[in-house]
């Protein structure tokens, strides 16, 4: 029986040191923010489209251009919308095609003078993306030389 | 025999009680003033600048005799969203090594500082963290997370 005692009484001792030779963790509380971040921009060099031929009895070729943009966007369903400073002569128009990082989408639009979606945005950071314009003008709109400026806004999203 | 066990018993607890409070580590504040915030990257096609706050705090160490190499470590309490990553960095005392700057992980402690010599007694190491959050790891509004900072001899 006193052995017992003794015995308990060594555990008691072993435990007691062996828990008190470190203090209690220490703790730092610190809040974080990632704010929705939505910048893109586009080449700032003119794109020129220039419609010159055309097989006799068939209208003239569309002209094409190219050029880039870079996007960096942390939001999902980010909108982007393009339009024209002023609408396309009659019977002309002007289309644009975007590149868009993998996970997004876009489609051809045919530019007006009125805010048109062109992508979806994913989350993503990329930059050398293709922007593709197709200017169409069958023999019927004429000829023309203008200078049109296509504006790009962003909505984020989510 | 019984005057002799209670004895022992008696030195047990004033032992304990010595060693409680000699072998610590200290962080000041318990609560880092403002946010850590990511709001814009450098360019459009590049991900959102880290964010630094250099001064977020202090901390104090003391060891003892029988700790020759005693360490920091720091574990996260509370979960970032995928693909962040807040890191600590933790200036060590005379003769300690900094990790330099390590990625805290949620419920697992790592190491932010080592050798830590023994009969230590260091104020007013400084803290610092980094948040890091590219593009698709989408945003957060504000989140508090805590760190948690131990000893380990």
Not at chain 1, 82 to 93: C, I, K, R
Not at chain 2, 18 to 45: E, K, M
Request: aromatic share 2%; with cysteine; net charge positive.
């Amino acid at each position: 029986m006193k052995n017992s005692i003794a015995r308990r009484a060594a555990v008691v001792l072993a435990l007691l040191v062996s828990v008190s030779g470190i203090a209690g963790a220490q703790t730092q509380t610190l809040n974080i923010n990632v704010a929705k971040i939505v910048q893109f921009a586009f080449n700032a060099s003119a794109v020129s489209l220039t419609i010159s031929t055309a097989t006799a009895g068939v209208d003239p070729a569309p002209a094409t251009g190219s050029s880039t943009w870079a996007l960096t966007n942390n939001t999902s369903n980010a909108l982007l919308s393009a339009s024209l400073d002023s609408p396309m002569p009659t019977g002309m128009t002007l289309s644009v095609l975007l590149g868009v990082p993998t996970g997004s989408t876009s489609a051809t639009v045919s530019l007006t003078g009125v805010s048109q979606q062109v992508a979806d945005l994913t989350k993503s950071a990329a930059a050398g993306l293709g922007v593709t314009y197709t200017l169409t003008a069958p023999a019927s709109a004429g000829n023309y030389v203008g200078t049109r400026v296509v504006t790009y806004t962003v909505v984020a999203g989510s | 025999m019984k005057p002799s066990v209670l004895c022992l018993l008696t030195t047990a607890l004033l032992l304990s009680g010595s060693r409680a409070v000699v072998a610590q580590v200290t962080v000041t504040p318990p609560i880092v003033i403002g946010n850590l915030s990511v709001t814009s990257a450098p360019a459009a096609g590049l991900n959102p600048s880290p964010v630094t706050r250099a001064n977020a705090g202090t901390y104090t160490v003391v060891t003892l005799n029988k700790d020759p190499n005693t360490r920091i470590m720091a574990q996260l309490s509370g979960t970032l969203p995928v693909g962040m990553t807040l890191s600590v960095t933790a200036t060590a005392p005379n003769g300690g090594v900094s990790a330099g700057a390590v990625d805290l992980i949620n419920g697992t402690p790592v190491m932010v500082v080592s050798g830590i010599r023994s009969n230590t007694n260091r104020t007013g190491l400084a803290i610092s963290y980094t948040l890091t959050a590219p593009a698709s790891a989408g945003n957060v509004g504000t989140t508090p997370l805590t760190v948690i900072f131990t000893l380990t001899p």
